[in-house]
Structures are given as C-alpha cells and as structure tokens.
T-cell receptor, first 114, second 113 residues
C-alpha cells in the first residue's frame, strides 16, 4: 500500500531564510509525487509535481522539490521565505500504475515570521 | 470556467440522517475522487473513480457510497451519518492529460450532531 509521511507538524522560519518541508513516501513501483498548498479559508492549490526526469522540480511561487529515489524522499524547498508563504503544505503520492489513486500526507504548517 | 463545483458548502445533520454531497466538473476529466480533511490527519481518500461506471475504495470508505453514472458527476452519499463523519469534504478531478494534477472543489463543511 502507498503512504506518505510528513514528519513535522509545524516548521517555523524567519523571513528571508531558506525553508525545507520534509516528505518521505512508500509506493510500489515508480511514483508520481506532488506538493499542494492550502491557504487559510481557501481550497487546495497545486504547487509542483515529479513524474520523471530531472530530480529537481521547480514549481509555483519560487518553490522547488528534490526527488531522491534511494531515500524515498521528496522535500519541498525555497531559497528565501516570504511571510506570504505561511500556509498548510501537503505532500502526495500515487503509483504510476494507478495514477488516479493519490494519497496525501498529514500536512505541515509552515509559519514564516517577519 | 467553473472547474469543480461542490454543493452544499455547509451542512448540519443529526446522527442517523442520510444525505448526498454533490460534485460536478466541466473539464471532461476521467478521474474523480473524494477526500476528507481532519485536523492532524491531512487529506484522506474516501473513494475514487477512473471513469463512468467505475469506482473503487480509498483509505477510509466505510460509511460512504459513491456512483459515477456520467463523466461530469461524482456524488458522495452518507447512508447513516455519525459524529465521526464531521469533517471538511473535498472533491477533486484529474486526467492523464494533466499528468494527474488534481483540481479541487471549494469543499463542504459537514457537522453531524
């Protein structure tokens, strides 16, 4: 069965500093990997995805994620955090063989202090 | 440019009542799915569908039924509501043509008393 682990419930970063939100996954075969963001009182928005190819994926709002097959990780990163990045972030995975079944992690709340 | 439309936005039920959460998409996406969001639990997959007439169970299917008679619609039925089903429910659609990127509805906040 596929699963996603986001080990940190909350990440606190000062504005201007780099940020990392961690994600590890378990899936049979090759994965599709995603990051979504949820701002307060708003729906979920797509940030980026890894399908195949380059291990470093660039997405919306300056975010990027690095796929590491040996560590089964897909950490979300940004070189310089903004206060407006404060939100709830979700990592998600599906196996390529069953791409319609997308499983999410428990979420990490990112808080950027001015 | 509606995307994924969920109705109602808010609903209060009494224990034992039944209801249907509606979901419709106008993007001709093959895949549709239902998630529930609970604090500390993230998004959990309830049921999903790869096309009209085909549905399958997700992580937490008990207490919920679905059907997919058309490509556009994917209603979620609560047969006998329980307080444990108090949650925010999201419908989503996707397609191989979008590399499975999920498009979400705005959610239904359900309270079961």
């Amino acid at each position: 069965a596929q699963s996603v682990a986001q080990p940190e419930d909350q990440v606190n970063v000062a504005e201007g500093n780099p940020l990392t939100v961690k994600c590890t996954y378990s899936v049979s075969g090759n994965p599709y990997l995603f990051w979504y963001v949820q701002y307060p009182n708003r729906g979920l928005q797509f940030l980026l995805k890894y399908i195949t190819g380059d291990n470093l994926v660039k997405g919306s709002y300056g975010f990027e994620a690095e796929f590491n097959k040996s560590q089964t990780s897909f950490h979300l990163k940004k070189p310089s955090a903004l206060v407006s990045d404060s939100a709830l972030y979700f990592c998600a995975v599906s196996p390529i063989s069953s791409a319609s079944k997308i499983i999410f992690g428990s979420g990490t709340r990112l808080s950027i202090r001015p | 440019n509606a995307g994924v439309t969920q109705t109602p936005k808010f609903q209060v039920l009494k224990t034992g009542q039944s209801m249907t959460l509606q979901c419709a998409q106008d993007m001709n996406h093959e895949y549709m799915s239902w998630y529930r969001q609970d604090p500390g639990m993230g998004l959990r997959l309830i049921h999903y569908s790869v096309g009209a007439g085909i549905t399958d169970q997700g992580e937490v299917p008990n207490g919920y039924n679905v059907s997919r008679s058309t490509t556009e619609d994917f209603p979620l039925r609560l047969l006998s509501a329980a307080p444990s089903q108090t949650s925010v429910y999201f419908c989503a659609s996707s397609s191989p043509s979008t590399n499975e990127k999920l498009f979400f509805g705005s959610g239904t906040q359900l309270s079961v008393l």
